[in-house]
């Protein structure tokens, strides 16, 4: 019991230390294939300790709503977080949820995110809300499908379980099924987390925001918390698709001395995730927004294929 | 008999039947008949309550007759696990209802509305309790039809608006339709097993010849499909529901439905056996294709009862996926797997009852303080109606199915059902299961976008009408009621696991299995598929750490006193008005022009200008959609009959001889017919 909560602890811990580095990353990469320097890779630690000292302007149409929005968004993010393997195949908080249990806590906070946009009054929250709430609702059939074939490819909807036989098939990802599946939730990763081509996550232009314009009257700490919650919900889904297709490194228990390398194992693994990403985001030009519908559907025929792939091979 | 539900259930009878009368009898003193016959109404709830919980307990289940009747047919009750387990959910929402309705009928218009409306009132509570605890075909038909007379006058309430008169009409019809074809269906049965009583039905439909089974069955499917709402058959009820006053809505949206749930259970898993694999499917795919049409026509309502009730249609398609599910494992003998789709289908069944009742309530709530149902109309409630937001964003959670409450535990229980659909077979059905749980994913997500709109726009920013500005907080006996809902929603949400065991004796009744202890994994914290290495969740779990996760930022890093409240950015323009607010046509437009192939939307925009087309004077913005289903199935039928009776007129001339002859022969034709059997 204590050993559990210990372990909840230290991954915690890791998900607020290393979602920010892996934003960092990949806007340095992204802007180094720009040809641009960019800000440097610890800059998202230095925004956080900035945002976190200032004060905070509350919009004076805004109700309790509006400032309990960014802990449920923190929350939940971290929460999902502690559901999946990271240094280890057993996640530190797996009895309390499997895979079904971390897309509804992303539900959750999206849920009110969207409620935080349309609270202010402001016509750029609503437009944001409305926008998010559209793609995300498409998402989630192509998301479920892709996870579902995971699952029963172990059987089980506990993401402990799908990566212990992961790892026990060293070489599964190659199978069609697995790379079907992995394509079509590497484009939910790109909606989900907002960035090219669905949405672009460096625009302070109005009418193209999604994400942002829901998040344009938060400022300081609580602007900082969504910022957090946003990054650790991208390294969530991050290390949904690398630990459970890619399963190297991972430890079978818990232990001080393998964690090292455990970790090094991971921050590649999710470095090179990253260069796909950075990869989509710079050879693509952003959709108009009723054109991401049919990259959702192409996502969810992908996980359709993936799934009758499972019998055929 | 046996035990104390007959005496308790009895009572409680007894206290609808009162609550009945002394509405009746002070008609003419609306604040008194408003007290007693609500009053009375809470008193049978609580004592159907108990009779429910003790019947539920109790193994052999307790029957007698009510001591009235006619010849030939007893009035029969029996409480079985099933007929107890929604006769609980009935009194858990009556008795909620009936204490918002103090304070909701104390502004009525006098006269003799809050006396007619207790009395039909109680007259719904009474035969949908009969409804649920009938042991054979005659009294179940009769408290049926009741029923759906009660719910008819209680729709028609307001009968001064045309709208409400063609809902009433509609619902009557169709209501009937389906009557007739249960009718068919149990004289069928009746025939085949010689008796009327439920206990002789028992596994009959599958020793049915197989033409006069599939008849059978689809004429059950249909009739209770009615009543519950099912796609396609459902135009009635986003019509009926909105229109009835808001504490009858809620009943109606919440429990009135659930009759045709409640018949369908018993049809399925008490009367038919071992089923086909048919009907299976098509429960399946009609609970699929409801949910997801019931959700997509209830985002671009702006009407929030009528939202709600599309909603209704949507959560009825939830609970059908899981009884398909069920049959379909029961087919392939999967038993285990059969009775935890079951317990989804069924929790999902009270879940819906508990948050669609408390949606509704909200918005009486909503209505009584700003008098229109039009969401354009209202926004910035949360200041002025805190109890109500909170209690209506409770419920819009939870059936969004959002952890931790009460709809993400019977959403993941069916997820769970779908999943080891998998590997029930090696045909190809069992790629149905996940396509299902994908579909049931897409509805529950835009669920989600459906309710960020219709609490986002009713409650939050500024108010859009100078009603919603004027707008008050509801009285204490309407916000006690929603609370008593609203913590339902929370405890069945976090105390799941501990409410499985109420579920054995159904699933042992329906399959011989009761696997609620294999739902209890890590040492009772935990839910679990109920599989060894299927998935875990825990929702009192995740509340608790959703707590603690948020303490810790407010406690570590977030600094007290330094924030000041400023404007909301408007692009410059001198100040933020409600014109410049997202409104929900505008929030559900990318859906709709997603889904136009479904919806066929139709906009007509008018500027009227004097200078120049870039300065206009006034604008008029018109946008529908078509309603498909009327347009293209139920209007030809309609055009059919009335053509038909238009040709039939011609033998209703109006002369008595005509008449008179016609009776003549049907007697000779019937003599005939007599007289060769």
């Known amino acids: 019991m204590t050993e559990a909560a210990l372990e909840a602890v230290v991954q915690f811990l890791l998900l607020l230390a290393v979602s920010p580095l892996i934003t960092g990353f990949i806007r340095t990469l992204k802007a180094r294939f720009q040809t641009r320097r960019g800000p440097g890779v610890l800059q998202p630690y230095r925004d956080l300790h900035k945002l976190f000292r200032k004060g905070m302007v509350i919009p004076e149409t805004a109700s309790w709503l509006f400032a309990a929005t960014p ?13 999946l393997p990271m240094l280890s195949t057993s996640a530190p908080l797996g009895l309390f949820g499997g895979v079904l249990a971390v897309v509804y806590l992303l539900g959750l906070g999206r849920f ?65 099924s697995q790379m079907l599946a992995f394509a079509a939730l590497f484009v939910v990763l790109i909606a989900e987390t907002g960035r090219i081509p669905v949405d672009n996550p460096a625009t302070h232009l109005e009418l193209t925001m999604i994400h942002e314009a829901m998040i344009l009257e938060y400022s300081g700490p609580y602007l900082a918390l969504i910022e957090w919650g946003a990054w650790i919900k991208q390294l969530v889904l991050m290390l949904l698709l690398v630990n459970s297709f890619w399963p190297y490194g991972l430890q079978a228990g818990w232990s001080l001395a393998d964690a090292a390398a455990s970790l090094g194992i991971l921050l590649m693994k999710l470095a090179a995730l990253s260069g796909c990403i950075v990869l989509v985001e710079t050879t693509n030009a952003k959709m108009r927004l009723f054109r991401v519908p049919e990259l959702l559907a192409a996502a969810f025929t992908l996980a359709a294929l993936a799934l009758v792939s499972t019998f055929l091979f | ?41 809470l008193a049978g709830a609580a004592l159907e309550m108990a009779a429910s919980a003790a019947a539920l307990a109790k193994a ?25 387990y929604f006769g609980l959910a009935l009194a858990v929402l009556a008795a909620s209802a009936s204490i918002y309705s103090f304070g909701y009928l104390r502004r009525w218009p006098g006269g003799t509305g809050a006396g007619l409306l207790g009395f039909f009132y109680n007259a719904l509570l009474l035969s949908l309790t009969l409804v649920f605890a009938a042991s054979n075909a005659f009294f179940f038909l009769l408290a049926w039809e009741v029923m759906a007379l009660a719910a008819y006058c209680l729709v028609s309430f307001e009968h001064e608006k045309q709208e409400t008169r063609n809902a009433g009409t509609l619902f009557l019809i169709m209501s009937h339709g389906g009557t007739g074809m249960l009718l068919i269906a149990f004289l069928v049965l009746a025939t085949a097993s010689g008796s009327l009583e439920f206990a002789d039905f028992h596994l009959r439909i599958s020793a049915l010849p197989p033409a006069v089974r599939t008849v059978v069955l689809l004429l059950f499917f249909l009739g209770f499909g009615v009543k519950a709402g099912i796609i396609p058959v459902h135009v009635w009820l986003p019509a009926a529901h909105p229109v009835a006053p808001s504490n009858v809505s809620a009943l109606m949206s919440g429990i009135v439905i659930k009759a045709g749930i409640y018949g369908m259970a018993r049809v399925f898993f008490d009367f038919l056996g071992e089923p086909p694999l048919w ?60 009775a935890l789709a079951l317990i989804a289908g069924l929790y999902h069944t009270l879940n819906h009852a508990i948050f669609k009742c408390l949606l509704f309530l909200g918005a009486g709530s909503v209505l009584h303080a700003t008098h229109t149902r039009n969401m354009e109309e209202m926004g910035g409630l949360i200041r ?24 993400f535990v019977s959403e993941w229980l069916t997820y769970q059902a779908l999943l080891a659909g998998f590997g029930t077979t090696q045909s190809l059905t069992r790629l149905m299961f ?41 009285p204490t006996s309407m916000r006690l009621g929603m609370a ?131 300065y206009p004077t006034a604008i008029r913005f018109e946008s529908e959609i078509e309603p498909s289903f009327e347009k293209r199935l139920y209007d030809p039928i309609k055009d059919r009959v009335l053509a038909a009776a238009g040709r039939m007129r011609v033998m209703q001339a109006g002369s008595i001889h005509a008449y008179l002859a016609y009776i003549f022969v049907a007697l000779v034709l019937l003599l005939l017919f007599g007289a060769r059997g």
């Open chain 1, 71 to 83: 802990y449920i968004v923190f929350s939940t993010a971290a929460l999902a977080g502690l559901m």
């Open chain 1, 112 to 176: 009110f995110l969207a409620l935080g946009g349309l609270d202010t009054g402001s016509s750029f929250g609503g437009l944001g809300s409305s926008r998010e709430m559209t793609i995300s609702a498409l998402t989630e059939p192509a998301m479920m499908l892709a996870v579902f074939t995971v699952a029963i490819g172990a059987s089980s909807t506990s993401l402990s379980e799908i990566a212990r036989v992961a790892v026990g098939q060293q070489w599964r990802f190659v199978a069609p």
């Open chain 2, 1 to 41: 008999m046996g035990g104390a539900s007959p005496i308790l259930f009895n009572a409680g009878l007894l206290a609808y039947v009162l609550g009945a009368a002394a509405a009746l009898a002070l008609v003419w003193r609306p604040d008194a008949a408003r007290l007693a016959s609500f009053s009375l109404a």
């Open chain 2, 60 to 84: 052999p289940p307790p029957a007698w007759n009510l001591p009235c009747g006619v010849a030939l047919f007893s009035f029969g009750v029996r409480l079985d696990p099933l007929s107890a």
């Open chain 2, 279 to 338: 009907i299976g499917t098509l429960v399946l795919a009609v609970g699929v294709v409801s949910g997801l049409i019931g959700v997509l026509y209830a985002l671009m309502e702006h009407d929030l009862k009528r939202l709600l009730a599309y909603h209704s249609i949507e959560n009825i398609g939830i609970i059908l996926t899981g009884f398909g599910a069920a049959l379909l494992f029961r087919s392939l003998g999967h038993v285990n797997l059969a």
């Open chain 2, 384 to 407: 002025r109606l805190p109890a109500t937001a909170f209690f209506f964003l409770t419920g819009a959670a939870a059936i969004s199915g959002l952890p931790p409450l009460n709809g």
């Open chain 2, 434 to 474: 996940p396509v299902a749980g994908a579909l049931l994913a897409l509805t529950a997500a835009l669920a989600a976008a459906c309710f960020v709109k219709a609490f986002g726009i009713t409650f939050l920013a500024l108010p859009r009408s100078g009603e919603a500005e004027r707008a008050r907080e509801a």
């Open chain 2, 484 to 614: 008593v809902l609203a913590a339902a929603c929370v405890v069945l949400g976090i105390g799941a696991v501990w409410f499985l065991p109420v579920f054995d004796p159904i699933t042992a009744q329906a399959m011989g299995v009761g696997i609620s202890s294999s739902l209890a994994a890590g040492g009772g914290l935990a839910l679990s598929a109920g599989t060894p290495r299927g998935g875990t969740v825990s929702p009192a779990a995740i509340a608790g750490l959703l707590l603690l996760l948020s303490a810790l930022p407010a406690v570590l890093w977030i600094r007290r006193g330094r924030r000041v409240t400023g404007p909301v950015w408007d692009c410059g323009l001198p100040g933020l008005t409600a014109a410049n607010e997202y409104t929900a046509t505008a929030f559900s437009k990318p859906l709709r022009m997603i889904f136009a192939a479904l919806y066929r939307p139709r906009r007509e925009i008018q500027a009227e200008f004097e200078v120049s087309p870039y």
